[in-house]
């Protein structure tokens, strides 16, 4: 069993900051990309950020410049460093992973529950 677990979310004022931490437990093998999904009400689900296993980023052109996604694979933790907030980032930010569970099985995605972010102007 593999769970993916965030914390971090909560309220702040526009332009405040907050670190978004993810936990990856359970039988797995092996983590390749990982990254971060928000979804606003009404909305569908949208990438913010990935990190490859080598620790190459990717960035949505929203957060670019503001927002710093980071992994430790010893921990099996990826990280998201949100500066400069905005009402429009307010959303669930959910927690992804491409994990193998056994050496003969491929990478499959796996989503933690999400924390909300509220952003108040």
């Known amino acids: 069993q593999v769970q993916l677990v965030e914390s971090g979310g909560g309220l702040v004022q526009s332009g405040g900051s907050l670190r978004l931490s993810c936990a990856a437990s359970?039988?797995?093998?092996?983590?390749?990309?990982m990254g971060w999904y928000r979804q606003a009400p009404g909305t569908q689900r949208e990438l913010v950020a990935t990190?490859?296993?080598?620790?190459?980023?990717n960035y949505a052109d929203s957060v670019k410049g503001r927002f710093s996604i980071s992994r430790d694979n010893a921990k099996k933790m990826v990280y998201l460093q949100m500066n400069s907030l905005k009402s429009e980032d307010t959303a669930v930010y959910y927690c992804?992973?491409?994990?193998?569970?056994?050496?003969?099985?491929?990478?499959?995605?796996?989503w933690g529950q999400g924390t909300q972010v509220t952003v108040s102007s």
């Open positions: 992804n992973a491409a994990i193998r569970r056994t050496t003969w099985t491929s990478y499959y995605p796996y």
């Open positions: 359970g039988s797995i093998v092996g983590i390749n990309t």
């Open positions: 990190i490859s296993r080598d620790g190459s980023p």
